[in-house]
């Protein structure tokens, strides 16, 4: 069982100058959904991400070599062309808790240019792509300073550092099916990164779709980091948390095999469940919009009259993720044309599908 010590690297000699390492990493959506926390980004309860294919967080991360390690990582980010200071302090919050792991940091000046293929404030999370991308792109730099580590250690690696960053952004370096937490089912799993399970998913699941509405694209009222933070001592913990160990089970048994209804009932019900614990928190929270819910009947009474297996996941927030296989896509968007766009802001969808991962461009 790997421990945190055992992605500790070595002071390497950090003499490899100047460059940039060019790379990007996916959004990811969870089918079971990790809902609390305990210190450093370790999970409360295991949790399942299909790995998106064009939400993603695209990184040009420029190093230069310093004579003199500074005190501190020394970097500058540059958002969609210009310098950001706003999301500067998360960026030097992660590189305060990686460094330990990378000790070669403070060896480099970083300029990282950064920017996402989705709308900014489009209610579409960025921490997990965005801190997926840096973590992939320090790893990088790593192999470039110790060529002989494997692809899989450095895969895990940048999944650790990621967690650092932000829990769900483990799950954005590898891909289709990613398992965070550990889990009595996937001996692999860990609560420290993310693992993708040795099982082999049903064809109807390798190539399936999740089309984003678009409903709310403004600030959220409660952030995720608030929302983790309230389930410490929440009535419905202990139970959520066993839950979600059992729907885990039976999920990746209905990914396995194909079966559909069971992944569409566990899905929707996790979804439920999420917004559920918001609104039995202290204080309680309402992140779903009006829309939000006149999307799920709408969903609802599509799958009964139609029998298309299309059903809903949340985030944390009111945009609703439609989940279908590819072979029900041009009916799904007809009916997202003919009735669901009316829910979504300026008409606002994203058409995305699952993906491999984090890669080098
Ligand atoms: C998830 N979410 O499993 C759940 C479901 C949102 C709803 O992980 O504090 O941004 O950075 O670890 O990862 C969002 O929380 O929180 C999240 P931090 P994160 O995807």
């Known amino acids: ?29 969870a089918l079971v959904k990790y809902w609390g926390k305990t210190a ?38 540059i958002f969609e062309g210009k310098f950001n200071e706003a999301f500067k302090p998360k960026i030097r919050k992660f590189f305060e808790l990686v460094e330990t792991y990378v000790p070669f940091v403070k060896h480099y000046h970083f300029e990282i240019h950064t ?63 990613v398992v965070w937490g550990k889990h009595a089912q996937v001996k692999e799993s860990s609560d420290l990164f993310g693992v993708k399970p040795a099982l082999e998913i049903h064809p109807v699941f390798s190539d399936y779709q999740d089309t984003i509405l678009l409903i709310d694209i403004g600030e959220k009222s409660v952030s995720s980091s608030q929302g983790h933070q309230l389930m410490h001592g929440h009535p419905f913990a202990q139970n959520r948390f066993a839950q979600a160990h059992d729907q885990l089970s039976k999920l990746l048994i209905a990914l396995e095999i194909g079966d559909l209804d069971q992944f569409i009932k566990i899905t929707e019900s996790e979804a ?23 999307v799920i009947e709408k969903v609802w009474a599509f799958r009964k009259e139609t029998a298309v297996p299309l059903c809903f ?49």
């Open 1 to 29: 069982m790997k421990q945190s010590q055992d992605f500790m690297a070595a002071d390497y000699p950090t003499n490899d100058g100047s460059g940039v390492i060019n790379c990007e990493a996916p959004s990811n959506i």
């Open 115 to 177: 920017h996402n293929t989705f709308p900014h404030s489009s209610g579409i999370a960025s921490s997990a792509s965005s801190m997926g991308a840096l973590a992939f792109g320090l790893i990088q730099l790593e192999k470039k300073l110790n060529p002989e580590l494997s692809e899989s250690f450095l895969n895990q690696k940048a999944s650790f550092l990621a967690r650092l960053g932000s829990g769900s952004a483990c799950r954005s370096i590898e891909g289709p099916l």
């Open 313 to 361: 996941t949340l985030d944390a927030g009111a945009n609703v993720h439609l989940l279908y296989p590819k072979a029900n896509k041009k009916t799904v968007l007809d009916f997202i044309q003919s009735e669901l766009l009316i829910f979504c802001k300026n008409n606002a969808f994203i058409d995305d599908e699952v993906g491999s991962g984090a890669k080098l461009l």
């Open 272 to 294: 439920l469940t999420l917004h559920a614990m918001m609104m039995t928190s202290q204080p309680y929270f309402i992140l779903m919009k009006p829309e939000t819910l006149r």
């Open 40 to 77: 450093v980004q370790i999970p409360a309860n295991p949790s399942v991400s299909f790995t998106l294919n064009h939400s993603k967080t695209v990184t040009a991360l420029y190093y230069k070599y310093l004579e003199n390690a500074s005190p501190e990582v020394s970097f500058d980010l």
